[in-house]
């Protein structure tokens, strides 16, 4: 019944800046820990960030001080801010809820491709 759609990705040159987006419907967005997942061709995918229901937002250590994860809880929305990007952020990243409430269900999205090259 959850269901999150991503979107926002694109194309941008190192240094640029790209925001995006993750829509949640199906269910009470405000009881989900959201989270931004990245994965690249050949790798594994690997945690960006996370943001609880208050807002508070934690990041890796590869995107810290880059990257910003914040939420718009009556708008269902969670929001991947990135900045200075450079060539290794290249992946698709993925939208990812978790009920830590309840059930301890999660869900993901669909992914949206983030190239950064000149």
């Known amino acids: 019944q959850v269901q999150l759609v991503e979107s926002g990705g694109g194309l941008v040159q190192p240094g640029g800046s790209l925001k995006l987006s993750c829509v949640m419907s199906?269910?009470?967005?405000?009881?989900?820990?959201m989270a931004w997942y990245r994965q690249a061709p050949g790798k594994d995918r690997e945690l960006v960030g996370t943001?609880?229901?208050?807002?508070?937002?934690e990041y890796a250590d590869s995107v810290k001080d880059r990257f910003a994860i914040t939420r718009d809880n009556a708008k269902s929305t969670v929001y991947l801010q990135m900045t200075d990007l450079k060539p290794e952020d290249t992946a698709v990243y993925y939208c990812?809820?978790?009920?830590?409430?309840?059930?301890?269900?999660?869900?993901w999205g669909q992914g949206t491709q983030v190239t950064v090259s000149s």
């Open positions: 990812n809820a978790q009920d830590r409430y309840l059930t301890g269900q999660w869900y």
């Open positions: 199906g269910s009470a967005f405000g009881v989900y820990v």
């Open positions: 943001v609880t229901n208050a807002g508070s937002a």
